[in-house]
């Protein structure tokens, strides 16, 4: 079984050791791939610097890592590192990755823009196993507090396999022994700040960021983690909200019916979409 490390804030990172050190202590074979530059923010973007149509690597160690791991900067972003991955871009695919540990926390809608984040989404859209871990500072001091809260979560995620979902983490950086637990937890409905525009002149924007207030939602991983626990929470790839009828299909090629407002009467119209005819597109003139 092998194991992917990598991450957003780049290979220099810290936190790829505590990841590394935690797969091989399950067993796993584990190499290192991780942004040779930060690359926080980064979602899930395929982005990476070429040399004569060749994705740059280099051999490169994560501090304190044994030299005995194979490990890897690479330019490019999590999302295409982990890509090339699970090609076989570094051995053979991995059947595991884990991402982080991140500086600050991907707690609500910080988990869309998130580079950590989008390595475990990319990765569960390849069948593997992900996990996603994150420390509530800019600049943590407790790693170990990270690798203690990993230890038990990658237990979990280990007995309840489902490559169709990611593990989520975040960790208040405090001692182990203030941390107060580790809880479930939903999204909270906010970022970790808000972006205003500060100026609007010509040819340029200036923005202004400021942070959330994060006991608004105190039960919500934010509000959790601010307070000091732990959490994990699932989050899964891209899929269909299938929940919602749109239309419902009459005949192939003809006819749709549609629900009218508030669900007073049904429209039928012409869908148009008869093989080798042109949709139907309203250009708005006249």
């Known amino acids: 079984m092998r194991a992917l490390i990598t991450n957003d804030d780049g290979i220099d990172s810290p936190g ?99 580079g950590t984040v989008g390595a475990a989404l990319s990765a569960s859209t390849h069948g593997m196993l992900a996990m996603a871990v994150s420390l509530n500072s800019s600049d943590p001091t407790h790693w170990g507090t990270a690798g203690y809260v990993v230890e038990h979560a990658l237990r979990w995620l280990l007995e309840n396999p489902d490559p169709t979902r990611v593990l989520n983490v975040n960790v208040p950086d405090r001692p182990v022994d203030q941390v107060l637990g580790i809880r479930q937890a939903p999204l909270a409905s906010f970022g970790m700040v808000h972006a205003r525009i500060k100026e609007a002149a010509h040819g340029h924007l200036t923005l202004t960021y400021t942070g959330t207030d994060m006991s608004k939602e105190p039960q919500s991983d934010a509000g959790l983690v601010a307070r000091g626990w732990a959490t994990l929470s699932l989050l899964r790839a891209p899929v269909a909200d299938d929940d919602v009828e749109l239309f419902r299909i009459e005949h192939e090629g003809a006819r749709v019916r549609r629900p009218g407002p508030r669900g007073e009467r049904v429209d039928t119209i012409d869908a148009g979409v008869m093989t080798g005819q042109d949709l139907p597109v309203d250009r708005g003139e006249g």
């Not at 005995?68 to 695919?93: E, K, M, N, Q, Y």
């Open 16 to 114: 790829l050791t505590v990841l590394a050190e935690r797969a091989a202590a399950e067993g796993y074979e584990v190499v290192v791939a991780a942004p040779r530059r930060e690359s926080s923010g980064a979602s899930a973007a395929l982005m990476g610097t070429e040399d004569d149509g060749r994705l740059i690597v280099e051999r490169r160690s994560p501090p304190g890592l044994s030299d005995d791991v194979p490990s890897f900067g690479v330019r490019a972003t999590p999302a295409l590192i982990t890509l090339v991955a699970a090609h076989g871009g570094f051995g053979p695919p991995p059947d595991l990755v884990l991402s982080g540990i991140n500086r600050g926390a991907n707690t609500g809608h910080a988990t869309l823009h998130s």
